[in-house]
């Protein structure tokens, strides 16, 4: 007799989502560093430790989010980016499913520290398996700090997909590169286990940020 046809938890139904959009330290990076140009960031820092595996930080001096909407942030297809299907014949923005932070807290520990200009407080969100741990406002500058720790601990299946620390780190890298040089008018700076790997300026100029 065959298996018999079930429908999956929630839990498992998020971490299967997860993986179409997060397949490796980098993709979380791409989302994140898209998330802070469609903030208007004009400073992105990227740093990473073991290759992105153990810990990932992504901060930056964009427009911040308000204390409701950075915890909506966590919910699935929650965007500020579009309201109706008419909006995608006209997107301008990098993303606007709203699947990038429900996805990368499915799969790991996700620390959020967020304000707008005209908060006087920021807040301070921690999410481990796509659940609320702690919510709070803190005093913190404009923009947005992200940190992604222990990728994949919860499903170990994918942890092992993965492959060496110079492979992946190579890969953060060309896509940070890549990013940078499409984007000279943005200040990147990436750092892997505390060292500056580079640094462009954001003057707006290619020769600049290629140097």
Not at 5 to 20: M, N, P, R, Y
Not at 42 to 56: H, L, M, S, V, Y
Not at 61 to 79: P, Q, V, W
Request: overall charge positive.
């Amino acid at each position: 007799m065959g298996n018999k046809v079930i429908v999956l938890d929630k839990g498992t139904i998020s971490k299967i989502a997860a993986g179409e959009v997060i397949e490796r330290p980098s993709s979380i990076i791409k989302e994140l560093v898209e998330n802070a140009i469609d903030a208007s960031g004009t400073r992105i820092e990227i740093e990473i430790k073991n290759a992105g595996k153990d810990f990932i930080r992504v901060s930056d001096n964009g427009i911040g989010m308000g204390y409701t909407d950075a915890e909506l942030a966590f919910s699935r297809h929650a965007t500020s980016k579009i309201k109706k299907i008419k909006d995608l014949a006209s997107i301008k923005t990098l993303g606007f499913r709203g699947e990038a932070l429900p996805s990368i807290a499915s799969v790991s520990k996700v620390e959020i520290i967020t304000k707008r200009e005209e908060d006087l407080l920021g807040t301070r969100i921690l999410v481990s398996n796509n659940k609320i741990l702690s919510k709070e406002k803190i005093g913190s500058p404009d923009g947005t700090v992200i940190k992604v720790k222990n990728l994949f601990d919860n499903v170990p299946a994918r942890k092992k997909f993965l492959k060496s620390n110079t492979y992946e780190s190579g890969l953060i890298s060309d896509m940070v590169t890549r990013i940078a040089l499409v984007n000279p008018h943005i200040s990147f700076k990436f750092i892997s286990e505390g060292r500056a790997i580079f640094n462009t300026y954001g003057s707006n100029n290619l020769f600049d940020t290629i140097a």
